[in-house]
T-cell receptor, first 112, second 114 residues
Framework: QQQVKQSPQSLIVQKGGISIINCAYE??????FPWYQQFPGKGPALLIA?????SEKKEGRFTISFNKSAKQFSLHIMDSQPGDSATYFC???????????FGEGTQLTVNP | KAGVTQTPRYLIKTRGQQVTLSCSPI?????VSWYQQTPGQGLQFLFE???????NKGNFPGRFSGRQFSNSRSEMNVSTLELGDSALYLC?????????????FGPGTRLLVL
């Protein structure tokens, strides 16, 4: 009930391409869905987040698409750059707490 | 504004020992959460503190404990260390407690249990 499933586990994209990472959740009490980016040796950093009252949120090259009925959300990285190479985690929280339930992570490699 | 700081950054212990990790949140932040990150289990929530009180706890054994001080700094303790406790321990702070509060992570403490 608390799980967040993330795919793919790894992704290789050419520079300028679109990177797409998908997540699915089970707990309908979740009402906040952030994406975190983590570089080696660093802690995760918030990239973009969405609430279920909107279906899409865009910030620069990063877009979250949210499908409440399917309980799925995805991250799209447009014009992917080598500097985007990192591990990406989707997460979810709800019911009044700050506790984040994370997906398994996706290692993104953008080739020059 | 300084970010979340964690000390020490690296630690090597042997089985059966105990360890204390420290976290200083961003100035003004009152909520501190701890997570364990391993290659096999990913990022797992340990516990959350707000105003010196534990508000939420993950599914970890009682060997894992924590506390928060009046200045919002937090410590977590692991007693009777096991090999499987080897992990990156991450601390995250937020201004207050609640869904939607942006959590800012520190660089983590990498613990190796031999």
């Amino acid at each position: 009930q608390q799980q967040v499933k993330q795919s793919p586990q790894s992704l290789i994209v050419q520079k300028g391409g679109i990177s797409i990472i998908n997540c699915a959740y089970e707990n309908t009490a979740f009402d906040y869905f952030p994406w975190y980016q983590q570089f080696p040796g660093k802690g995760p950093a918030l990239l973009i987040a969405i609430r279920p009252d909107v279906s899409e949120k865009k910030e620069g090259r990063f877009t979250i698409s949210f499908n409440k009925s399917a309980k799925q959300f995805s991250l799209h990285i447009m014009d992917s750059q080598p500097g985007d190479s990192a591990t990406y985690f989707c997460a979810a929280s709800g019911t009044g707490g700050s506790r984040l339930t994370f997906g398994e992570g996706t290692q993104l490699t953008v080739n020059p | 504004k300084a970010g979340v700081t964690q000390t020490p950054r690296y630690l090597i212990k042997t089985r059966g020992q105990q360890v204390t990790l420290s976290c200083s949140p961003i100035s003004g932040h009152r909520s501190v959460s701890w997570y364990q990150q391993t290659p096999g289990q990913g990022l797992q929530f340990l516990f959350e503190y707000f105003s010196e009180t534990q508000r939420n706890k993950g599914n970890f054994p009682g060997r894992f404990s924590g506390r928060q001080f009046s200045n919002s700094r937090s410590e977590m303790n692991v007693s009777t260390l096991e090999l499987g406790d080897s992990a990156l321990y991450l601390c995250a702070s937020s201004f207050t407690q609640g869904t939607g509060e942006t959590q800012y992570f520190g660089p983590g403490t990498r613990l190796l249990v031999l």
